[in-house]
């Protein structure tokens, strides 16, 4: 599976953006997919789960109620929506694949199919 990540760009704090992850050479079915972030000279971090098995979705706490994670019907792409951001929501956002267990699944080492990444600028 090769994945594509957009929609990244310059936004002012308080303001949204979309970033979509799309897919090709197969589906997210049965994949676990997360959205991660690496912010200016920090490490890399899971921001959203969506987990195949059931539909669960998860969120690192400075996320949740701004950030959605959601996919397409025909499982081709996976989008992460963002509101409310933030100057430190800055980062290269990177959506990835894998099948972590749930205890692993902020772990960007159980992913083994990522894209190539997307700068998100919040200005405040």
């Known amino acids: 599976v090769q994945l594509q990540a957009s929609g990244g760009g310059l936004v002012q704090a308080g303001g949204s953006l979309r970033l979509a992850c799309a897919a090709s050479g197969g589906t997210f079915t049965s994949y676990t997919v997360g959205w991660f972030r690496q912010p200016p000279g920090k490490e890399r971090e899971g921001v959203a789960v969506?987990?195949?098995?059931?539909?669960?979705?998860y969120y690192r706490d400075s996320v949740k109620g701004r950030f959605t994670i959601s996919r397409d019907n025909a499982q081709t792409t996976m989008y992460l929506q963002m509101d409310n951001l933030k100057p430190e929501d800055t980062a290269v956002y990177y959506c990835?694949?894998?099948?972590?267990?749930?205890?692993?699944?902020?772990?960007?080492?159980?992913?083994?199919?990522w894209g190539q990444g997307t700068l998100v600028t919040v200005s405040s």
């Open positions: 969506f987990r195949w098995s059931g539909g669960s979705t």
């Open positions: 990835a694949v894998g099948r972590p267990a749930l205890s692993a699944m902020w772990s960007d080492k159980m992913y083994y199919y």
